[in-house]
């Protein structure tokens, strides 16, 4: 089966010598596999050469463009189309077929960018029902980029963009094949980055124009989240009850709890921070 030749594949990393053989292996159908790294300590980039992917260093150096619009600028991708993935991250063998399929019309398309639902495992266990997340992964780099948001002070995210999506000049496709995230990491880790994410959220909410802003550049659910009054409680209510969650079993009842409970967190940062700037 020929190569996919137009979309190249960029793969953010630092220290992901556990799975990322697994991701890359994953990618042979692509020509064009960039892993852009961030001074991992670990053999991530001898697993990387290894697979034949090309490794390109990312050292911070503090302000923007942080990692993701860096490694569209900087990466050195062989097209204008790049699929854009974490290192636990790749593409379903139906997203495969239809990017297969899509590659022939890019050069044509209007469009800056396409959204693509994840398949997310958690806990051990793939999710194929409940809260389903939604990335803007493929890009066309000279349509699409990663805003600049006045939160380098903000504590929890630090040299990847925060919980926002890239923004475009043009239309907006939406492709039908997942991204599977392959989170094989144990769910202590799920919970210390969210803890780490809940402290930017936090910090977000302190700013009303900083937090209308990155609400702006959410997808239209990631929008209504964010308003909704009551969150941790309609959160579960939505997962696990009106999407399905429970069909899932109990992965699907962790699942939407760990949300609920990560909505909460940050609600209950916020007020802090809230009675700390009063002097409470």
Do not use: C
Not at 115 to 131: K, P
Not at 149 to 177: C, F, M, N, S
Request: hydrophobic share 40%.
């Amino acid at each position: 089966m020929s190569l996919i030749t137009r979309i190249s594949v960029i793969v953010l990393t630092k220290n992901e010598e556990a799975g990322l053989a697994n991701t890359l292996a994953k990618l042979a159908q692509f020509s064009d596999v960039i892993v852009v790294d961030s001074l991992s300590e670990d053999r991530t980039v001898e697993i990387a050469e290894r697979h034949g992917a090309r490794v390109v260093t990312f050292d911070w150096d503090g302000a923007y463009p942080k990692k993701k619009q860096w490694s569209l600028e900087n990466a050195g991708a062989a097209n204008k189309w790049v699929l854009l993935l974490d290192a636990d991250e790749f593409p379903s063998v139906s997203l495969i077929d239809e990017l297969r399929v899509l590659e022939s019309a890019l050069d044509a398309t209007e469009n800056g960018a396409y959204d693509i639902n994840l398949l997310y495992r958690f806990a051990g266990t793939y999710l194929r029902h409940g809260h389903v997340v939604t990335k803007r992964s493929l890009l066309h780099i000279d349509r699409a980029s990663f805003p600049i948001i006045d939160d380098l002070d903000a504590p929890g995210i630090r040299e990847v963009e925060g919980h926002y999506q890239p923004t475009t000049i043009a239309r907006i496709g939406k492709l039908k094949g997942r991204i599977v995230h392959d989170d094989r990491d144990p769910v202590s880790s799920w919970f210390a980055r969210h803890n780490r994410y809940s402290d930017w959220e936090a910090h977000l909410r302190m700013n009303a124009a900083l937090r209308k802003e990155i609400a702006n550049k959410r997808t239209l659910k990631g929008k209504i989240f964010d308003r909704v009054p009551l969150k941790p409680f309609l959160f579960f209510g939505y997962a696990y009850v009106a999407r399905g969650g429970f069909l899932d079993g109990r992965a699907g009842f962790d699942y939407a709890t760990a949300l609920s409970t990560y909505y909460w967190q940050i609600g209950v940062k916020y007020r802090e921070l809230q009675a700390n700037r009063k002097g409470v």
